[in-house]
């Protein structure tokens, strides 16, 4: 049965702390999710860390201490607790790893918008107007409600001109 620890890493230095905690000798786990995120105007696929700023290592050799994981670059610290290193349930690990996709290696794909979420159009016709999620519709499309006219519309339109509402 393995100790596992988690790590805080620096921002956005997830994976430069996985590569040299690997490279020192450590088992490292580092849980992605799949997802899209908005870059200059369009909705691009990114594969993203699970939990941002944090990964999980063990130690693979009985000697191997943790002193020299908070001196390796992209790692701020372990997470504590009391002063002492806080250990993460193998099983944790084991239910995380079952989650992911063998052949990507990230954790199930979430869609940009669930059903019912408030959007607000960014660009094309509708652009200023609020409405409400309804259902993806091929690659690049999906369905919104819209209320004009007096009643509510689903109206098929381009995912690009969408946004989170505030």
């Known amino acids: 049965m393995s100790t596992w620890y988690a790590v805080v890493c620096k921002p956005r230095c997830e994976v430069r702390a996985e590569l040299n905690l690997i490279n020192q000798g450590y088992e490292v786990f580092l849980p992605r999710l799949a997802t899209q995120i908005r870059r200059e105007g369009k909705w691009i696929d990114s594969v993203e860390p699970l939990f941002p700023r944090y990964l999980f290592l063990t130690t693979s050799n009985v000697r191997q201490g943790l002193s020299p994981v908070r001196s390796t670059l992209g790692v701020c610290d372990l997470v504590r607790i009391g002063g002492q290193p806080a250990t993460i349930p193998e099983e944790i690990i084991e239910l995380l790893r079952e989650r992911q996709d063998p052949a990507t290696g990230t954790c199930a794909k979430r869609s940009l918008f ?24 091929g690659e690049d499309r ?25």
């Open 114 to 137: 669930q059903p019912g979420a408030q959007v607000q159009f960014r660009s094309g016709p509708f652009k200023g107007l609020d409405g409400v999620f309804n259902v993806d519709a």
């Open 142 to 166: 999906v369905f919104v409600l819209l209320e004009f006219l007096g009643k509510i519309n689903k109206v098929k339109v381009n995912r690009d001109w969408l946004v989170p509402a505030a």
